[in-house]
């Protein structure tokens, strides 16, 4: 199929003696935005390293942007994949600010010699505009609130003009007021863009509406996956988290 | 003050010895206290220290031994703390406990007078020789070329070495870089400085540096600046108060780094942090 941008077929990575990924099989289309849900633990990350090359299969193939995984041509793969990680801490001394921080993003692709121009630096420059962080441009990085952060970590992904966007729970540890601007960011991009999205969260309140597929994870597999509305029922939600899981009422949901 | 001392061949070649050592090991300085892997500089030190006494004891150059000590030092830290097997601190400080040990190993073997493994102790930058000095002037050029070219590449690893990665930047390769670069520097500083304070003079000028600006480019700038006035500053208290040379640079370095934190515009940022977690 011309238009599968991620074939992952029989997924094995483990961690020393525990074993993240069991043997997880999953296909996705160009342009889908699939949501990626379960309890602490349950290979959401790992899946997303597996498809940035940064996880190590042990048994089974990826094929990602029509390229096999391996550990040759991650650096290649990488470099058309944006990935948001959940906000860090940040030392507030740190010596590099927003502007630059956000054209790090362009570094992978600029490659090695090559000097970042003054159009890359205005492509920044709208990116910046276009997260609404044109008037913290300047600021330190280590000085910014989660919020922000993550702004600046999505426009960094996007001066990447990535192919494929892996979100890691990136409104987890920020105030609800980020959360919601963060997820409105997050589905804005994918409407104006149209780029193949996964976004893994363990807080259903965190789901995009956008999301046109949801995957279950649970102990490392691929527990259940299908449209959100056939997935989000009390009864699935309960067995995936072990405990009685209350639906999000859909506003929550849809922000 | 009498200046005619400067048309003395040995005290040109300890000005330049100082510029060059004070603008590398400066250099260097910023990329391990940026990554926050001070400990990592103090390790490589004493493993060229520890590689530099083998040198005198077996009767071979000093500094070959001192490169290869930093260099497998470094080739092994760097794993060790990737991996993740062992906290990079316990991994630090292994290595760092057997370079000492190996270094006390060495010295208690050598033979007859130690005036070298002394002087390799505690450095002097007034009786650098010519063939050093041609060392440490390859290994700048080098150092300040490869920050020129590798640039982006190294302000992405220093400050977001897991974005770096995710980016499609060799982020180990510059990493290991970084390290290697640290134990060519060392050793090539070894004999001015010397095994035991060289340290001082990686750390002080880059943390004073890190005190004043948000700037990578200017951080890079006033450390180097720092840390030639460390070495041209100990050195002339070292000739005219006859005082060790190392020592005067470490020491001068570390008042450089005191003025610099105690004028540091940073010192706000601890209250905006205070004020962020109040809220």
Known sequence: MDNMVISIKDAVVSY??????QGVSLKVRKGE???IIGPNGAGKTTLLTVINGLGKLVQGQALVLGMPVNGRNGIKLRKRIGYVAQVESIDPRLPINVRETVMVGRYGRLGLLHRPTQTEWKNVDRVLDMVGMAGLAQRPIGHLSGGEYQRAAIAR???QQPEIFLLDEPTASIDPQAQREILSLIQLIHREYHMTTLFVTHDLRQL??????????????????????SMLKGEILSQLYGATVSIPAKAEVAF | MDFSILQYQFMQNAILAGLCGGITCSIVGVFVVSMHLSFIGVCI???????????????FNPLVGALLFSLASAGIIGPMADRGELNPDTSIGIVFSLMLGLAFLFMGMMPGSRTEALNLFWGSILTVTRQDLIFLVIVTAMVIGLVVAFYKEIQAVICHRQVALAVGIPATLIFYGLLFFTGVTITASLRSIGGLLIYSLILNPAAAAYQLTYSLKRMLLIASVFGIISCWAGLATSYFL???SGASIVITSSIIFGLATAFSPKRKVKGWQQVQLAN
């Open chain 1, 16 to 21: 020393r003696e525990d074993v993240a990924l």
């Open chain 1, 208 to 229: 995009p509406s956008t999301c046109q597929r949801l995957i279950l994870m649970k102990e490392g597999k691929i527990w259940q996956q299908g449209s959100p509305e």
């Open chain 2, 242 to 244: 006859d005082l060790p």
């Open chain 1, 33 to 35: 935005f699939i949501g």
């Open chain 2, 45 to 59: 030190a004493h493993a060229a220290f520890a590689g530099a006494l083998l040198g005198v004891w077996l009767g």
């Open chain 1, 157 to 159: 992904a996007l001066i």
